[in-house]
């Protein structure tokens, strides 16, 4: 698997500004097997049973990081 172009440049843009940097990717789709390529199908499927928990983690991960919560842990280089 790999990290996709534009997530990396958020990365390394907030390593080289030393800003705190963080992502939460639902990746859907698997291209180099061909059972893995996205369809309007398995697109649909996905949205129905990831989307709403995957956009859950995200907001209730910012509700933490606006209040300071303990629960995350910042790593520094």
């Known amino acids: 698997m790999a990290v996709d172009m534009e997530t990396a440049t958020i990365f390394t843009t907030g390593f080289y500004n030393q800003i705190p940097t963080g992502a939460l990717l639902l ?19 996905v949205d129905a049973a990831y989307v709403s928990a995957h956009l859950r983690i995200g907001i209730d991960s910012l ?13 520094k280089f």
């Open 63 to 75: 509700k933490q990081l606006i209040n300071k919560g303990l629960t995350v842990k910042h790593l």
């Open 27 to 45: 990746v859907s789709d698997q291209p180099m097997t061909p059972e893995g390529v996205k369809t309007a199908r398995s697109d649909k499927a």
